[in-house]
């Protein structure tokens, strides 16, 4: 007797490849483009964790619905609840206004599901991959001995290319171990929390991490001068170096640490080198900013997030390595059922980029980043950078000309901190009250949407402008808005005698220049 279920189910699986159904899924995506990125409506929801959960109660489906179901739900129950990431108020996390060729390209990418371990899974996308991690190690500054794969981010690239000097130090790793006297892997004190991740992931303990603080002068960037002073100490007592990580583009401020002091330091004492560029690396592509890596090419490694400042959907990341060799020992083991070994020719390229990778089963995303660079071409790219960093600067001089904000720092990046202060009458703690309540309540409004973060022991507003529709009367906006809020908050705070909390503020009804409208 015939499967009723199996035979409704390929009926629904043949009936959803006609371009009408992929035309209802990516309308969902159009219409998003519609709504957000001419900044109507509010930039995120209002809804808290428990409100969107009880949404989301339900068993789970045993029969399938109609698709054009699926997509009104979507667009009715989902979407509206999202960050609006196109929204030019949207000022938020280092997640980007994905560029749209590169959403599109994704489709296809899911469509042909190709996995980029060996080359005779995914043939077209592993020479695809190959041939971009080229042109980015040809910006850096390295020669065709350099190479590396696409990762999931900068996390898993950092861990990569820490693995890969764990081998270089320890060259029995694999079989005995990190030993009882684990090396030491130094970095900035603003370091990505990844360093200290892949630090205890790897066994070596956090004992082993040793953190250099920064340099004085305000820039956040890790001094050169104490970074030999640990790495002297470090030597005299006998402790070997695994690696040392200089950050370009840091999370917090956008700070570059001076890569050229610290390389010619490590090679001088033979020391691996990691680049933790996630975030910074993109400027290589500008002509304006690429000077903030200069000493970059002295890296053994490098972590690249194509998927931050180069606007590409989630995810998209690189680890490159100046010998491609240095990333294979990385991942030394045996797996014949997937990697069949190479020529005898030790300079024949091996093309299955598992041997490189942590990941197995990995979806070709180096499509998108080729699409990329095929539609918008690398200096299309970059007009879009320096144009984030130059909004990144129009909030700093705006901030600059208020008496009631102050910068905690000028812009390397497109990335600044700063903090509302008033009159400032408040002492310190209680300005670390109202901007935390502050940023809160101004998220929750859909005026907005910011981030914040503690920086040199306060509690600072965080911009990150990663949207190329912001502008100087977006940001203008913005500073207008929170010093609304903020006095509101005072005057909350007054009428209850110093303490209470402020009533909760309602959606804006009458929006300002480049303001979002009252959300539907």
Not at 89 to 110: D, F, R
Not at 221 to 249: E, F, I, K, S, Y
Request: charged letters at 20%.
């Amino acid at each position: 007797m015939p499967d009723v279920h199996l035979a409704a189910i390929l009926n629904d699986l043949e009936a959803d490849m006609a371009p009408e159904v992929g035309a209802a899924f990516l309308s969902l995506a159009a219409v998003y483009f519609a709504r957000t990125r001419g900044g109507a409506g509010a930039v995120s929801t209002s809804l808290g964790p428990a409100e969107l959960a009880a949404r989301f109660d339900e068993p789970l489906p045993q029969r399938g619905r109609a698709v054009h179901e699926v997509v009104e739900r979507l667009a009715r129950e989902v979407l509206p609840e999202s960050n609006r990431l196109y929204h030019p108020m949207y000022m938020g996390h280092q997640v980007s206004a994905p560029l749209p060729a590169a959403v599109w390209a994704e489709s296809v990418t899911a469509a042909y599901n190709q996995s980029l371990a060996v080359f005779e899974m995914s043939p077209a996308g592993t020479v695809l991959e190959h041939r971009v991690v080229r042109w980015m190690t040809e910006l850096v500054g390295w020669d065709a001995r350099s190479g590396g794969t696409l990762t999931s981010g900068g996390t898993e690239a950092t861990f990569a290319a820490l693995l890969a000097a764990r081998s270089v130090a320890l060259p029995d790793v694999w079989r005995s171990g990190v030993g009882p006297r684990p090396p030491a892997v130094v970095c900035g004190e603003h370091a990505h929390y990844a360093v200290a991740r892949a630090v205890g992931e790897m066994g070596l303990g956090l004992d082993a991490l040793h953190v250099v603080p920064s340099r004085e002068g305000g820039d956040y960037a890790m001094d050169p001068l104490l970074l030999a002073a640990r790495l002297d100490a470090l030597r005299d007592a006998g402790t070997p170096v695994m690696a040392v990580v200089a950050t370009a583009g840091s999370t917090a401020t956008g700070s570059f640490d001076d890569l050229d002091a610290i390389g010619r330091l490590c090679e001088e004492r033979g020391l691996w080198l990691h680049v933790d560029a996630a975030h910074g690396a993109s400027a290589l592509l500008s002509p304006v900013h690429r000077r903030r890596l200069n000493g970059v090419e002295r890296a053994r490694s490098i972590a690249w997030d194509p998927h931050k400042m180069m606007l590409l959907p989630l995810s998209a990341g690189m680890v490159l390595v100046r010998d491609e060799r240095d990333l294979a020992g990385a991942f030394a083991q045996r797996a014949p059922y997937l990697f069949h070994g190479g020529s005898d020719d030790a300079d024949e390229r091996v093309w299955d980029q598992g041997v490189r990778s942590f990941q197995c089963s990995r979806r070709a995303d180096v499509v998108k980043l080729w699409v990329a660079l095929q539609r918008y071409g690398a200096a299309g790219i970059a007009a879009l950078h320096d144009h984030l960093c130059a909004t990144a600067a129009a909030l700093h001089d705006e901030v600059a000309v208020r008496a009631d904000f102050e910068a905690l720092h000028a812009p390397q990046s497109n990335i600044l901190c700063f903090r509302w202060v008033g009159d400032r009458s408040l002492d310190d703690e209680a300005l670390d009250a109202l901007n935390r309540e502050l940023r809160e309540r101004y998220n929750r409004s859909g005026a907005g949407w910011i981030t914040a973060t503690n920086l040199a022991g306060r509690r600072v507003l965080r911009v990150t402008v990663m949207n190329p529709r912001t502008t100087r009367d977006h940001v203008r906006t913005l500073l207008d808005g929170l010093a609304t809020r903020a006095r509101a908050l005072l005057s909350a705070r007054s009428a209850a005698g110093g303490g209470g909390a402020a009533p909760r503020d309602a959606p804006p009804t009458q929006p300002g220049p480049g303001a979002p409208a009252a959300p539907a």
